[in-house]
């Protein structure tokens, strides 16, 4: 773990970065000019040589699994709109969202209710299934999800984009949750029980590669 | 698209075109895509410059980022402190001067580079000592970068502060603090090295 920003994150050197994936420096840095790697995930430190680079470790590490196992298959510009939030679709519609099995079929019915609309950034895909799993998951009631779901939306759009993570606790009877940035875990009182937490990152990707036909322009 | 050649001293407005051909001085105060650049003269532009081929014989000015397929710099290619190259293939004769990054699959360079970081796959930097011993005195070494990144490097006349990569040949006439290396690597007699890190086997 190290401190960056103010805050302790799960970081991982470019060097042991590249002994564990087994890329090459032109491999890495081919992959951030084709945005494949955004630019914020180089995260420079004062070391004793100088500077060293660092990466959020998950982060990096199932995206550069991703790109290897579809790198055979895919355009690097193709693997930049499945993967890069910057070059994707950025509106997918309610209709849309029906072909994705992850979300919960009755959430799904109460989406353009809550949401006041009916097409959805990339972030907020991820959040509905994300919270369709932890629904599923912790047998959560339609009415409890409902209402958790509507007190998310403003925290998550505030947020804007999937390099967050979002924490679900519970506290008396009512489900919260509680968003932070860069995936830095959140810490609660002996008196709150943490359920689950939504990667919205990890569910993005995965949902872009399972589901390349709604992403692709 | 089309085609855009100025042959006096002039202005370009920007925009979206086949092929820009520069052949006086000319100016530019926003973007420029482009299926190819021809700079025989002068050029001064501060927006970004995205194309497929950038040719530059003359002195091209750029004070933000340039992105290319291939870049060939037989003049002289100025850039401003943060702005950067990114480009799959960089060739170079002449100077390339930037306070920014240089990030591209090959950089064949025999003239001079003055860059914060190089990075890459394949970075060969051959920069010869000047004939006039008293450009020597003044300019010991004729490329000066930050740090230099890449599976495979290849050095003369190079001073750096940092050089990490895979396989790494530090030929004559080069100054480098600290070295990094994972694969192979060979150091000329004739320079100096400060600090090397790594598992790598040494070639003499």
Known sequence: MLRYGGEFLNLISKKDLLAITGISYGQLYRWKRERLIPEEWFIKQSSYTGQETFFPREQVLSRINSILELKDSYSLEELAKLLSPETSVTQISINALRDITEINSELLKILPEVFKREQFEIFEVALIVGLSQVVEKESISNELSKSLLSRMISPAIAKKNTNVLCTIFRLEEEYHAAFSVNSVAVSFDDDIEAIDQINLREISDLIKLKYKNLFMK | ?204
């Open chain 2, 1 to 204: 698209m089309g085609d855009f050649i100025m042959e006096g001293i002039g202005k370009i407005s920007g925009g979206e075109f086949e092929s820009v051909k520069i052949e006086g001085v000319g100016n530019c105060s926003n973007n420029i895509k482009a299926v190819s650049i021809n700079i025989e003269g002068v050029f001064n532009c501060s927006g970004e410059i995205d194309t497929g081929s950038l040719y530059c014989e003359g002195v091209a000015n750029f004070k933000a980022n340039i992105r290319a397929k291939k870049i060939n710099v037989e003049g002289v290619f100025n850039l401003s402190k943060f702005a950067k190259i990114e480009a799959s293939e960089i060739i170079c004769e002449g100077v390339i001067k930037t306070g920014g990054e240089i990030s591209t699959d090959i950089l064949d360079a025999e003239g001079c580079i003055e860059a914060d970081e190089i990075v890459g796959d394949k970075i060969k930097i051959c920069s010869h000592k000047p004939k006039h011993k008293i450009i020597y005195w003044f300019n010991h070494f004729r490329s000066k970068v930050r740090v230099i990144e890449a599976t495979s490097i290849e050095l003369y006349g190079v001073k750096a502060h940092t050089v990490n990569g895979k396989d790494i040949i530090i030929g004559s006439n080069c100054m480098i603090e600290n070295i990094d290396c994972s694969g192979t690597l060979y150091i000329d007699e004739s320079s100096s090295v400060r600090n090397i890190t790594g598992e790598y086997t040494r070639k003499y």
